[in-house]
């Protein structure tokens, strides 16, 4: 497809249970981001790659989120011992370039029980 | 505090009707100034793009940046009900290994009623 795709779109962990989500960025795009966005709150930072290279995780909230995208392209953003607080919409954007515009995905929907 | 400050609404407008949405800020570095919009259970949508002080107009939206007062905003003309959505603002500071890290406002929910 021409946009960001993010899989799985819901997914609904038990408290302590590891996940994974999945971003396919727009072919050719350099850069990639990964944001969180709690329910009626605006996306919030978590972290940024530039190809293969993550040039910054100031983002991510504790030891128990890791971020990867060793080819350059799909990214995975995973969650170790998912807590109740994780619960939020998980959104991958990607452009052209670092200041270029960031065009977004559906997001992923994590529910933690 | 928030670095960036935005009224969450909710925001109910009759169609036709003028829509003015603003966010403040407080860090004097940001100089690339964002308006996304984002419909339900979608992810945000570039409406405008404006770099420093200044006005910008794309059709029935004018987005407005006031760095003096650290202020932005949004204009919507002639409202039409497909306008309906949350509105966020985001800015950058354009610099260094974060070029292009966005910092979000909690946006403003609008629905434009026939």
């Known amino acids: 497809g021409a946009g960001v795709s993010q899989s799985p779109r819901y997914k609904v962990a038990k408290r302590g249970q590891d996940v994974a989500l999945r971003c396919d960025p727009i072919?050719?795009?350099?850069?990639l981001f990964w944001y969180q966005q709690a329910l009626g709150q605006g996306p919030e930072f978590l972290t940024y790659f530039q190809n293969e290279a993550q040039l910054d995780k100031s983002g991510l909230p504790s030891d128990r989120f890791f971020a990867e995208r060793p080819e350059g392209s799909v990214s995975t953003l995973k969650i170790q011992r998912t807590q109740q607080e994780d619960s939020a919409v998980y959104l991958c954007?990607?452009?052209?370039?670092?200041?270029?515009?960031?065009?977004f995905g559906p997001g992923t929907r994590l529910t933690v029980l | 505090q928030k670095e960036v400050e935005q009224d969450p609404g909710p925001l109910s407008v009759p169609e036709g009707a003028i829509v003015s949405l603003n966010c403040t800020y407080s860090n004097s570095a940001f100089q690339y100034f964002m308006w996304y919009r984002q419909y339900s259970r979608k992810g945000p949508e570039l409406l405008m793009y404006?770099?420093?002080?200044g006005n910008k107009e794309d059709g029935r939206f004018t987005a407005q940046v006031d760095k003096s007062s650290k202020y932005i905003s949004l204009f919507i003309r002639d409202s039409q009900p497909s306008d309906s959505a949350t509105y966020l603002c985001?800015?950058?500071?354009?610099?260094?290994?974060?070029?292009?890290?966005?910092?979000f406002g909690r946006g403003t929910q609008l629905t434009v009623w026939p």
């Open positions: 072919s050719g795009h350099v850069s």
């Open positions: 985001a800015m950058s500071d354009g610099r260094g290994s974060t070029l292009g890290r966005l910092y």
């Open positions: 404006t770099y420093s002080s």
């Open positions: 954007a990607s452009s052209l370039g670092g200041a270029d515009e960031q065009f």
